[in-house]
């Protein structure tokens, strides 16, 4: 098929539904694909960026609570923070069923309109300081929705791209998504100071409504994609091996971005009392979100394995000086090593999410002449359609870890009144996910091993 006779991708009556979409033809690409796919990530990026924004809300309202006469121990603080972030990762399973149920672009109106409700509730509470602890941590539950945005955009992305260019697009939507975590961080405290914690809240009301305006008009739902995955075809790709494997490492990717980004405000108060956290917080989650891209661009490169390898190599070392650090009572060493954690989740989580649309499709090729196009084009739309289903399972999974780590910290600081045990935890499983990716992807074939090495992945 030639660039002049591809089919342009059209809206119908019915709404901006694209009825033919081939973004691994070439032609069709070059000539259509490209254009209409940077559009929809653009404004994909937009409202998952505000999802990331509301969700860590309670990451820097923790820290201000007192100002507006709610007293909480370090203990209830970490449960605020940790609670949406649970209740985010358990809305990216059924969120991953949203764009392909009702349309990436109708998907992406509804979740953004539903910002609207953590919004609010976070006013209420802020005006309402004599609320009990058990409310309160239901109003911090809300902001869970914001974290179920991720896996929507993400699945909903996929399906744009071509497979062997996914890794930045991917990179560049979570990004997009992950340096909300620092937008709220940064900007919030001088808001707090100029009027007030409520602000907080108040301020992602017209921006919520903004990218729900611009998904409704700018976007695009994919009729290939529109064909809800069944539980039962949930349940037969979440055990497959590479979800499972895939799952596991992205805890330590994204797990651990988004378990330290909730909590580094109060590991920074409570191992250095003497440091104003506001001012520090929101540097692990910009180095680590500008970081994302570029793993996913490394991981094209390079192939995603390799450099997931080597990253969780250095982001065991980088977690073992951090220990060195709290051990010595050394700020400048903690904050130098802590920010090399953080760009090292990002790259992790760029390479990561590479690898699972570049290891499904190896999977479905073996086999297939390459060489006959349609046999190629058969074989790769359930191979799409798996691998966008099982980067939304390993993104709830991975959230999910986040809690893990936030968990961790809570029970070191509440037994040892230090995060030491804690690091020396996380230090061991990275070393796991090192051995991991070698032994599932980098070393040569042995008895039911799968390497694909050699594939690019």
Known sequence: MSALTAPK??????????????????????????RVA??????????????????LLWSIAVINL??????????????????????????????TFGPARFGGRNFTIISALLL????????????????????????????????????????????FYPTSKQGLPLGLNAAGGNIGVSVTQLTMPPLIVAFGLVAVGWVWMPLVLLAAAGAYFFMDNLRHAATAYTIREMA??????????????????????????F????????????????????????VGSVARPLGGLLADRLGGAKVTF???????????????AVDAGSWAMFLGAFLLVFVTTGLGNGSTYKMIPAIFKHKALEGVDTSDADAVTTALGPARRA????????????????????????????ETKSIAAALVILAGFYAVCVVLTWASYLRKTGPGNVSLADAGV
Request: proline share 4%.
């Open 9 to 34: 991708p059209e809206a119908t009556a019915r709404g901006r539904w694209i009825d033919h979409w081939a973004p691994d033809d070439e032609d069709f690409w070059n000539a259509t694909g490209r």
């Open 38 to 55: 940077r559009r929809n990530l653009a404004w994909s990026i937009v409202a998952e960026h505000l999802g990331f924004c509301v969700w």
């Open 66 to 95: 007192d100002k507006v006469g709610i007293v909480l121990d370090v203990g209830q603080k970490l449960w605020l923070t940790t609670l949406p972030n649970l209740v985010g990762a358990a809305l990216r399973i059924p969120y």
């Open 116 to 159: 609207l409700i953590p919004c609010a509730l976070f006013v209420y509470a802020i005006n309402n300081p004599d609320i009990p602890f058990w409310f309160l941590l239901l109003i911090a539950a809300t902001t869970g929705l914001g974290g179920g945005n991720f896996a929507s955009s993400m699945s909903n992305i996929t399906h």
């Open 236 to 261: 037969e790709i979440s055990r497959r091996p590479h979800t499972i494997i895939m799952s596991v490492l992205y805890i330590g990717t994204f797990g651990s971005f988004i378990g330290y980004s």
């Open 263 to 286: 909590s580094f405000g109060v590991l920074i108060k409570n191992q250095f009392p003497e440091i104003n956290a506001a001012h520090y917080i929101w540097l692990g989650a910009l």
């Open 310 to 324: 080597w990253n969780f190599l250095a982001m065991g070392i980088g977690i073992v000086v951090v220990w060195f």
């Open 387 to 414: 691998a966008a289903a099982a980067i939304g399972i390993s993104s709830a999974v991975g959230a999910f870890g986040g809690v893990l780590i936030q968990q961790t910290f809570r029970i070191s600081l509440e």
